[in-house]
């Protein structure tokens, strides 16, 4: 079957089986590498994408089921010009990462967290309340929260 979708603002269109996962086409058709596989059970959240601005976990998801839709990817976050966007900026300064497997999954959870908080005061059982889907087996969370607790504060998120 036929499966259109814009990525990271690039129309791509590929034919697939049907039974394709949305993470297969990120990866195989769109050659995408930064979602990550990491459990194909919906367990550890390393392939979260935004399909419409919401946070999903392209294992659980049909290619056909996003057909026509808008998916950003790790690789859609920084800006043209290479500048990070503020969750990445806030891992790389409060070294919200390790071996760095989860990181994507991670980045695009915060992200669509802050998105649907808005200007709300998050806590930092908000943000664990909001990763409790997303997996990290090196970090202990600490730093990954101290880093989406700064994003939250960052300017360019706030309205």
Known sequence: MRVTLTINGT?????VEARTLLVHYIRDAAGLKGTNIGCDTTSC???????????????TVLAAQADGA???TIEGMAAADGTMHPVQRAF???HGLQCGYCTPGMVMAITS???ERGDAELTEADIRLGLEGNLCRCTGYHNIVEAAMAAARAPELRS
């Open 11 to 15: 129309e791509t269109s590929h034919d």
């Open 45 to 59: 959240g390393a392939c979260t994408v935004l399909l419409d601005g919401r946070s999903v976990k392209s294992c």
């Open 70 to 72: 808008e998916v950003t």
């Open 92 to 94: 790389q300064e409060h």
């Open 113 to 115: 967290l802050l998105a």
